[in-house]
Every structure is written in structure tokens, then in C-alpha cells.
């Protein structure tokens, strides 16, 4: 039996070891599930706002703090994810000796005392799927290795043109100035396209292709 593609994908306030998960989304066959903090200010209809600028299903969730955020993903992940025959994947998510969102999650996990949510499940990054496999050299000659250069080189899609952000960075911004709405649409964009590169090479490429690695961590208490 194949395992069901869900792509992941968070946003924060900066790279450093004090920064924060202000952002978390899941991209499952059915829809898009997000869980966003607002650092206690209020967020009203954020879902609805969501839901009229996006044609896929989206459930979001709003939260008041980090901890309060990470607690949902580890409900959300025990009540979905775990014990179920589903494949994680993310872009430049966690590689050998690098990646950005499994490691800057382990380490808020750890500050905030919350455990561990993708246990009992396979991983792989579509990263050196897509840019080992595929052609990924634009119109300028230039090969692309971010996920929105390869999306638009591989996929043309419509996803694309959902992202409100012309760089990621201004996640950071729309979440100091209370952008809700823009900062959940720009991560329902890419995990959106995360899924469809996921898709793109299960169609072309092997299973072994994907080096799969567990995510279960040597203790569990």
C-alpha cells in the first residue's frame, strides 16, 4: 500500500535559538490544516479570511502563544499522523549536516517542554529528490534550488500565484505587524506546493530516491 503524501511546513520570527514557531501547516489529501500564534493579540475570522482567497479546504486554528500552538500540532499529529500510513515530507526540511524546519522545531519543542509529535512515522525531503532528479534550470540558465523556483520551473501551477510574499522573509513582518491572514496564505502556498513536488516525483522517480528516515525519537517518555 502507497503512503499518504502529507507535506509540512512552519513559519517563525527569525533563524536564532530564541526565536519562535509563529506558524505550523500540514497538506493532506483532503486539505490544508494551520495552526498559527498570534503572540495574544486578537485574531478574528482568520479562517474565514483564509477560506476566501484559497479554492482548497483549509481548517486554521488560532492560538495565543508558541506553547499553546506546539500542543495543538502534538494533538493534531497523535490524533492524524501517528499509527497511520503516512509519509512526511517538506522541503529542505531536515537533510544530512542541514535543513531548517525539523531542527529549529526540535529546538522550540525542547524550550517549551512539549513532546515530540512525528513519532512512529517515515520522512523524507523533497529537496535532493526534485533538484537530483529533475532539470530544475530556468529561462536564465540558472538552476533553482528554492521551493518556489523549483515549483514554477517543474509545475507552472496555480499555487504560485496564491503566495502573497515575493520572499519569505516577509513572513517575519506580517507577523510583527499582525498579518494573519497574508502570513497563514503564504504557508498554505507552500505547503500546497511541497505537496504537488511530492506528487511530481512519485510519479517520476523510485522509491529509493526518497532515502526515507525515521523520525521516532530513542526515547519517548
Known amino acids: 500500500?502507497?503512503?499518504?503524501?502529507?507535506?509540512?511546513?512552519?513559519?517563525?520570527?527569525?533563524?536564532?535559538?530564541?526565536?519562535?514557531?509563529?506558524?505550523?501547516?500540514?497538506?493532506v489529501p483532503m486539505g490544508v490544516r494551520v495552526f498559527v500564534q498570534t503572540g495574544g493579540r486578537a485574531a478574528r475570522d482568520v479562517e474565514a479570511a483564509v477560506r476566501d482567497r484559497v479554492e482548497s479546504h483549509v481548517q486554521v486554528s488560532t492560538h495565543e502563544s508558541e506553547r499553546v500552538l506546539l500542543e495543538a500540532v502534538e494533538t493534531f499529529a497523535a490524533?492524524?499522523?501517528?499509527?497511520?500510513d503516512v509519509l512526511l515530507v517538506a522541503f529542505n526540511g531536515e537533510l544530512w549536516r542541514s535543513g531548517f524546519d525539523l531542527p529549529f522545531l526540535r529546538t522550540r519543542l525542547s524550550r517549551r517542554d512539549v513532546e515530540w509529535p512525528f513519532r512512529e512515522m517515515p520522512y523524507a525531503d523533497l529537496l535532493p529528490v526534485v533538484t537530483n532528479r529533475f532539470n530544475t534550470v530556468g529561462e536564465d540558465g540558472e538552476s533553482r534550488s528554492d521551493l518556489a523556483g523549483v515549483y514554477e520551473t517543474l509545475c507552472e501551477g496555480q499555487y504560485g500565484n496564491l503566495d502573497p510574499f515575493a520572499d519569505s522573509g516577509e513572513a517575519v513582518t506580517a507577523y510583527e505587524e499582525g498579518r494573519f491572514t497574508d502570513l497563514v496564505v503564504h504557508n498554505v502556498a507552500d505547503v500546497l506546493r511541497t505537496r504537488e513536488l511530492g506528487t511530481l516525483a512519485e510519479r517520476y522517480c523510485s522509491k529509493s530516491d526518497f532515502k526515507l528516515k525515521s523520525l521516532t525519537p530513542t526515547r519517548h517518555d
Open 1 to 27: 500500500m502507497a503512503l499518504e503524501l502529507v507535506a509540512f511546513d512552519i513559519e517563525t520570527t527569525g533563524f536564532e535559538v530564541r526565536d519562535e514557531v509563529t506558524v505550523a501547516g500540514f497538506a
Open 79 to 84: 490524533e492524524r499522523l501517528i499509527e497511520s
